[in-house]
């Protein structure tokens, strides 16, 4: 059955206890690890004598992709004296970021070129003094989140290492209209270089040492631009291999260093996904689950807790940044936005957001550190969790047909949780305090395994009235200030006609339904099993790479990272 999705705050019914301690034997499994970040460690140097330079590898935590860091070099002569020193200050690439990034680290690849006279001083023994510095300060206001450093004094090694090496190239981001010169990287063996992919459309050329890109005039969003280095003629084969490749990203955007933030329920917060981009399994979903009160957005993708029962409300230090699970997550790497903190609370509902409310405090920082975008999943809860999993306030619904008093009696119950109000009070307390643009992500559909009472059709259409209330309250707020983006619609695979209408058709006796199916895993195998002449499989028609939307771990509710990036998609870039 389908729904507009977040979380319960209270029991999960009987017969979904019943069928979970049936998959999991009656125990958990183990709870992953939400490592903190690692520390940054500056590893052994290359020499790149032909380009006289030398490369210099540190690792760095992941949660620094995209950030610029701190790189002091200093020459030191045998007798300690400082000959020179360099201070570079680069915005790390982190290569390319997948959904639900599981990585800890990375390595970056810094170059220093020296002139004739340190190269003189390397060969009369002299060493390199080396201090690699980053740091986490999301909102800047000069207390990090996450501080590291680390120290090296070397001996630069008199022959390079096989395979050959090169120097990373950094993250670029240029305004739309601008060309991006980029320095080619330094290599221990020379190398030619080549652009894949389209060369008309990528726009680029190299000159001088330099690749030269221009973006499409009207792209915004980062470009990752993906090179090979081949040796050049006179290389020595036995130094390295034929190519090298290499790959970064170049942001194309208007704002200079936006401020956003997030706010909102497990949609906003990426509920089912951990901080370290593992996904929750079923046999953990009671553990996960919200409690009655005291949220702590546990199993959340922007959040440090693994457990709702055990700790205090205790985000990322990131806030989910770099496992790019949820929606503005991955909004923001799309933009190169990293001055981003979301402090979504999984089960959490407008009345504590909005004044008086227990995460009124939270709504009152956010606007307190002037953002230029608030993004944001509302309105949800408590009502249709509720009708799923707990108390029903909707009785009447069930034995209503969707073209008659069903409609009635939704907007009854939307009435008695007071959402037009609390939903009120919220947007105008943002408009209010804070000159934002508000982005307001409307609720996907998703076919939940356990809805039980209700038909398809039904809670499709009881979604539909919850997006439309959200969209009527910013229209009576602020039509300017809060923009309504509207998710792609998440077939099901079954007719839900008046809902939304059935011009898709995989069955031999010619049944229509709203397109190849993206929901979990284990709603598609239920949905085949009660529509077996008519359902539509995800890999139907172009559906052929089908990954589901929607995680199973929670039997069929939340997106997955491919449906928060369906999510991403629909918000406009910044401007």
Request: net charge neutral.
């Amino acid at each position: 059955m389908m729904v507009p999705v977040t979380w319960s705050r209270r029991a999960l019914c009987a017969c979904l206890l019943v069928v979970l301690v049936a998959a999991t034997g009656g125990s958990a499994s183990a709870r992953p690890p939400t490592p903190q970040p690692p520390a940054i460690s500056i590893g052994d140097l290359f020499d790149a004598k032909g380009a006289r330079s030398i490369l210099i590898p540190v690792s760095y935590p992941i949660q620094l992709g995209g950030r610029k860091a701190d790189l002091r070099v200093s020459l030191v002569a045998g007798d300690g004296r400082k000959v020179r020193s360099w201070r570079l200050r680069e915005r790390l690439n982190s290569g390319h970021t997948s959904r639900a990034d599981r990585r800890i680290e990375f390595t970056f690849v810094h170059g220093i070129y020296l002139g004739r006279a340190e190269r003189r001083q390397v060969r009369l023994g002299a060493r390199l003094q080396i201090v690699a510095r980053g740091s986490l300060d999301v909102n800047g206001d000069g207390r990090a989140e996450y501080r590291s450093r680390d120290a090296s004094l070397q001996r630069i090694p008199r022959s390079a290492p096989e395979g050959g090496r090169c120097s990373r190239v950094q993250a670029t981001r240029i305004k739309p209209g601008r060309k991006a010169i980029v320095d080619l990287p330094i290599c221990t063996v020379k190398r030619r270089w080549y652009v894949l992919g389209e060369s008309e459309r990528m726009r680029a050329r190299f000159a001088d040492g330099h690749l030269i890109y221009r973006p499409p005039a009207n792209f915004r969003g980062t470009q990752w631009i993906e090179m090979v280095g081949v040796l050049a003629d006179g290389a020595s084969q036995s130094e390295a291999s034929p190519t090298f490749p290499i790959a970064f990203p170049i942001t194309v955007t208007a704002a200079e260093d936006p401020v956003v933030r997030a706010l909102g329920d497990s949609v906003t917060a990426g509920f089912g996904y951990y901080s370290n981009g593992t996904a929750m399994t079923i046999g953990r979903l009671l553990e996960c689950r919200p409690a009655a009160k005291g949220y702590n957005d546990a199993c959340s993708s922007n959040s440090l807790n693994t457990a709702s029962a055990r700790g205090k409300l205790e985000y990322a230090p990131d806030f989910g940044l770099a496992n790019n699970v949820s929606w503005p997550a991955q909004w923001a790497h799309e933009h190169g936005v990293t001055n981003y903190a979301n402090f979504a609370v999984s089960g959490s509902e407008p009345a504590d957001w909005a004044l008086g409310g227990e995460l009124h405090a939270t709504t009152a920082r956010i606007e307190s550190e002037d953002p230029d975008y608030v993004l944001m999943t509302m309105g949800a809860n408590p009502l249709l969790s509720e009708m799923l999993f707990g108390i029903d306030n909707m009785g009447c619904a069930i034995e209503s047909d969707v073209l008659g008093g069903y409609r009635e009696c939704i907007e009854a119950a939307f009435a008695e949780v007071h959402l037009q109000a609390d939903l009120k009070s919220l947007y105008a307390d943002l408009v209010e305090n804070t000159g934002a643009t508000i982005y307001l992500m409307q609720y996907h559909l998703s076919v939940p395994s356990t809805a039980l009472a209700y038909s398809a059709t039904q809670i499709a259409m009881m979604g539909k009235l919850l997006n439309r209330e959200i969209a009527a309250v910013a229209a009576e707020v602020d039509p300017q200030r809060l923009r309504v983006v509207t998710p792609p619609h998440f077939n099901v695979g079954i007719d839900i006609s008046p809902v939304y209408p059935s011009r898709f058709s995989c069955s031999e006796l010619g049944y229509e339904v709203d397109g190849p199916s993206v929901q979990s895993t284990p709603t598609q195998d239920e949905l085949e099993a009660l529509h077996p002449l008519s359902f539509c499989d995800g890999s139907t028609g172009d559906n052929s790479t089908f990954f589901p939307w929607v995680i199973s771990g929670d039997t069929g509710i939340h997106p997955s990272t491919v449906g928060h990036a369906q999510m991403a998609s629909q918000v406009p870039a910044p401007r």
